[in-house]
């Protein structure tokens, strides 16, 4: 995998991580607010109009009978247990008779009242068990995903160390050494990014290169002032010389072998006679002269 793919893969990986623990936060968030205000707005209402209306039996008058109707309309709009429709029509049946005076229908619609506030504070209750278990869910959520973006982290981390933190160690520790005159100290290839496998290795060429006699290079000149120079040396020497590489190509030659022949320039590259031949270190390469009486001998 090259490096900038893996450094995206893991990078992304984080931030999706941190992304979704967002999201999940203001999730919780927004759901605990609707469920605050659907226990205010439903049982509380309720509540409210069952104490109004016990507030009413207990002090009877004209002025409490109309507070009583208005609290059991409330109450009838406002229905959220399945306990409550029974108590409102008890209340609706025995609230008059209670209003009038009855004990027996003021003992009912007491009992009754006090049961539908009874309700809705169970369902109070209920909501509030709801949204602390959807509060703690929510939390738990939070920590996992906050424990795996660690864990992410963790995990990217390491494998940034093991596949570009050490190799690059390596490779400064083995310069190093190399500097300090250890010249056989290379480069140890790791398993990681194809770049920083590429780069291992061509430090260990260039190290070998290095260390290579420099009568074992290849004796090839490429650089053009150096092939120029050479060809001033060559001049100055009697004769045609011409320099071959070890598969047979002219690489320099003085101006007396420059105006040869393509036949005598095949007989320098296989060395025959008059044509003298000087091997160039362990390269391969030769040195071929023709003197400057075997070329005025020739007819």
Same mark, same amino acid.
């Given at each position: ?81 399945? &306990? %409550?429709?029974?108590?409102?029509? #008890?209340?609706? +049946? *025995?609230?008059? @008779?209670?209003? $009038?005076? /009855? &004990? %027996?229908?003021?003992?009912?619609? #007491?009992?009754? +009242? *006090?049961?539908? @506030?009874?309700? $809705?504070? /169970? ?10 278990? *959807?509060?703690? @869910? ?162």
């Amino acid at each position: 995998m090259r490096l900038r793919t893996e450094l995206r893969l893991g990078i992304g990986a984080l931030l999706a991580v941190q992304a979704l623990t967002t999201l999940a936060a203001v999730s919780l968030l927004g759901r605990m607010g609707p469920a605050v205000d659907v226990v205010m707005q439903e049982n509380v209402v309720s509540i409210e109009a069952a104490e109004d209306m016990l507030a009413a039996v207990a002090d009877p008058s004209p002025e409490s009978t109309q507070h009583f109707i208005d609290g059991l309309a409330r109450a009838r709009a406002n229905v959220t247990e399945e &306990a %409550e429709p029974a108590l409102l029509d #008890v209340l609706e +049946a *025995r609230g008059p @008779a209670a209003l $009038n005076g /009855d &004990a %027996e229908a003021r003992h009912d619609t #007491v009992k009754a +009242a *006090r049961a539908l @506030a009874e309700v $809705n504070r /169970d369902g109070m209750a209920k909501a509030s068990v709801a949204a602390r278990w *959807r509060a703690f @869910a929510g939390a738990w959520s939070a920590v996992l995903l906050g424990l795996l973006s660690f864990a992410l982290s963790l995990v990217l981390t390491r494998r940034l160390r093991a596949r570009i933190d050490d190799p690059l160690q390596e490779l400064a520790a083995a310069l190093e050494g190399v500097q300090e005159g250890c010249a056989v100290r290379r480069v140890e290839v790791f398993e990681g990014p194809e770049e920083v496998r590429r780069v291992s290795e061509l430090v260990n060429r260039l190290l070998d290169d290095r260390r290579r006699p420099l009568d074992a290079r290849p004796a090839q000149v490429h650089d053009p002032d150096a092939r120029a120079a050479l060809r001033l040396v060559l001049d100055e020497l009697p004769g045609a010389v011409v320099v071959f590489s070890a598969d047979g190509r002219p690489q320099v030659a003085n101006l007396a072998a420059l105006a040869l022949e393509a036949a005598d320039l095949d007989v320098a590259r296989a060395g025959a006679p008059p044509w003298k031949v000087t091997p160039i270190g362990e390269t391969g390469a030769r040195l071929v002269r023709r003197p400057p009486e075997a070329q005025t001998e020739d007819p």
